[in-house]
């Protein structure tokens, strides 16, 4: 499997941004795709998840209210519309997918990842 993260951008606080993560190869066996960030100097953290056929998300408490996880299944690509946006938010945000038929939120539970895409807020 094949992620292109797309999207970021430098914002200011309280802007908007949309990624992107288009996925391409053998999608047929992804059963959860998420969204991880990391910012300098920091682990890299569980953001938000979508999973199985029902499209089940999950988000960390710290996204809760203003980011939004979806997908197109016709393009192959999920999206992470983040709104409210805070300066504790830039870092590094990469998409990555997981095999796993439970609702994974660590960054070892993921088998193939984006090249990441920047997200800076400004204050």
């Known amino acids: 499997v094949q992620l292109q993260a797309s999207g970021g951008g430098l914002v200011q606080a309280g802007g908007s941004l949309r990624l992107s993560c288009a996925a391409s190869?053998?999608?047929?066996?992804?059963?959860?795709v998420a969204w991880f960030r990391q910012a300098p100097g920091e682990e890299r953290e569980f953001v938000a998840h979508i999973r199985g056929i029902a499209g089940i998300t999950n988000y960390a408490d710290s996204v809760k209210g203003r980011f939004a996880i979806s997908r197109d299944n016709a393009k192959n690509t999920i999206y992470l519309q983040m709104n409210s946006l805070k300066p504790d938010d830039t870092g590094v945000y990469y998409c990555?997918?997981?095999?796993?038929?439970?609702?994974?939120?660590?960054?070892?539970?993921?088998?193939?990842w984006g090249q990441g895409t920047l997200v800076t807020v400004s204050s």
């Open positions: 990555a997918s997981s095999r796993s038929f439970s609702p994974v939120c660590g960054f070892r539970d993921y088998d193939f």
């Open positions: 190869g053998r999608t047929y066996n992804t059963n959860v």
